[in-house]
């Protein structure tokens, strides 16, 4: 009896040993289980985190691609493209004054004025694309500002390596010369319209030196204009040059002109210059100009002239 009391209390300590150990084993088992499953969705959720990461950089990486176009244009009025083809504008006015010297390299700039128009720009740009000859465009800020095919037109201008002068905000001459007087702080108010114009197309850096004055410089000192030293000043003050052009289409001068008419006029007023700053015109109407261009351009090419841009 005492044997079988003392293997019944063993057998109920083991029973009770085994009831108490198994909820720890359990226990112990399914922190193990647990911690494990903790790792397991720790991983899991790192590789989403880098899967998003690279998804994410994917879908950067293709807005890049499709980012609106922004040349870069360091400051300038031309593009990257357009660096190539420039030439210094304070020294081609030299040249215009007669100050600057000859070097024996024969040089001719293309300058349209009074655009961009969407009948005619177009063309002049096909026949410069054809030709691979670059040019500078003076832009009157209200043209640009007329639609968005305008606007269009000053990036094309831009992006195919043309440079981009100013040629004022409303081409008024009663409102830019008073009583035949410069009225400086309204001209200059136009300037700055028109290079925030094309600033908003191009691109903030955007900063062109060139101005072509309405009428020309030379009708200022022809008219000896008496606040022509103030206005000179300003431009000195915003590091600008007014170019004027020793040469000319007559595209919109007397008569309506022929595309033949205008090359004859080209060649008489090229002559045998040196450095030629060649003024034509890509306003509306002037689809003459456009179908003299390519004659114009072998022209010169025949004469030796190399073409650059004013910057
Ligand atoms: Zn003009």
Same mark, same amino acid.
């Given at each position: 009896?005492?044997?079988?009391?003392?293997?019944?209390?063993?057998?109920?300590?083991?029973?009770?040993?085994f009831?108490?150990?198994?909820?720890?084993?359990?226990?112990?088992?399914?922190?193990?289980?647990?911690?494990?499953?903790?790792?397991?969705?720790?991983?899991?959720?790192?590789?989403?985190?880098?899967?998003?990461?690279?998804?994410?950089?994917?879908?950067?990486? =293709?807005?890049? +691609?499709? !980012?609106?176009?922004?040349?870069?244009?360091?400051?300038?009025?031309?593009? *990257? #493209? %357009?660096? /190539?083809?420039?030439?210094?504008?304070?020294?081609?006015?030299?040249?215009?004054?007669?100050?600057?010297?000859?070097?024996?390299?024969?040089?001719?700039?293309?300058?349209?004025?009074?655009?961009?128009?969407?009948?005619?720009?177009?063309?002049?740009?096909?026949?410069? =694309?054809?030709? +691979?000859? !670059?040019?500078?465009?003076?832009?009157?800020?209200?043209?640009?500002?007329? *639609? #968005? %095919?305008? /606007?269009?037109?000053?990036?094309?201008?831009?992006?195919?390596g043309?440079?981009?002068?100013?040629?004022?905000?409303?081409?008024n001459?009663?409102?830019?010369?008073?009583?035949?007087?410069?009225?400086?702080?309204?001209?200059?108010?136009?300037?700055?319209?028109?290079?925030?114009?094309?600033?908003?197309?191009?691109?903030?850096d955007?900063?062109?030196?060139?101005?072509?004055m309405?009428? %020309?410089?030379?009708?200022?000192?022809?008219?000896?204009?008496?606040?022509?030293?103030?206005?000179?000043?300003?431009?000195?003050?915003?590091?600008?040059?007014?170019?004027?052009?020793?040469?000319?289409?007559?595209?919109?001068?007397?008569?309506?002109?022929?595309?033949?008419?205008?090359?004859?006029?080209?060649?008489?007023?090229?002559?045998?210059?040196?450095?030629?700053?060649?003024?034509?015109?890509?306003?509306?109407?002037?689809?003459?100009?456009?179908k003299?261009?390519?004659?114009?351009?072998?022209y010169?090419?025949?004469?030796?002239?190399?073409?650059?841009?004013?910057?």
């Amino acid at each position: 009896m005492k044997v079988n009391k003392k293997a019944k209390f063993i057998r109920r300590r083991l029973i009770l040993t085994f009831l108490l150990v198994i909820p720890v084993l359990l226990y112990k088992g399914y922190k193990e289980f647990n911690s494990k499953m903790v790792q397991a969705n720790k991983t899991v959720a790192a590789n989403k985190i880098t899967t998003t990461n690279n998804i994410k950089e994917e879908t950067s990486g =293709k807005k890049e +691609n499709y !980012k609106e176009y922004k040349p870069e244009v360091n400051r300038s009025n031309v593009s *990257s #493209e %357009g660096q /190539k083809y420039t030439y210094d504008a304070k020294e081609v006015k030299d040249i215009l004054d007669n100050k600057g010297k000859n070097d024996g390299e024969k040089i001719v700039f293309l300058t349209f004025d009074d655009g961009p128009s969407v009948t005619v720009t177009p063309k002049i740009l096909d026949v410069l =694309k054809n030709y +691979n000859v !670059k040019a500078t465009f003076c832009l009157i800020g209200k043209e640009i500002n007329a *639609s #968005e %095919g305008s /606007k269009n037109l000053v990036k094309r201008i831009f992006k195919e390596g043309h440079a981009l002068a100013n040629h004022t905000y409303s081409h008024n001459l009663k409102s830019l010369y008073p009583q035949n007087k410069t009225n400086v702080e309204y001209f200059m108010e136009e300037v700055e319209k028109t290079n925030s114009a094309i600033k908003s197309i191009v691109g903030q850096d955007f900063n062109t030196r060139v101005l072509r004055m309405p009428g %020309g410089y030379m009708s200022r000192k022809y008219y000896s204009d008496p606040n022509l030293e103030e206005f000179n000043a300003k431009l000195e003050e915003k590091g600008m040059y007014s170019i004027d052009w020793n040469a000319y289409d007559f595209d919109s001068e007397g008569s309506k002109k022929y595309a033949a008419e205008l090359l004859n006029e080209v060649i008489k007023s090229v002559g045998t210059k040196e450095k030629v700053v060649l003024l034509m015109h890509d306003t509306y109407g002037k689809e003459e100009t456009a179908k003299a261009l390519p004659q114009i351009i072998e022209y010169l090419k025949r004469q030796g002239y190399e073409f650059r841009t004013l910057s």
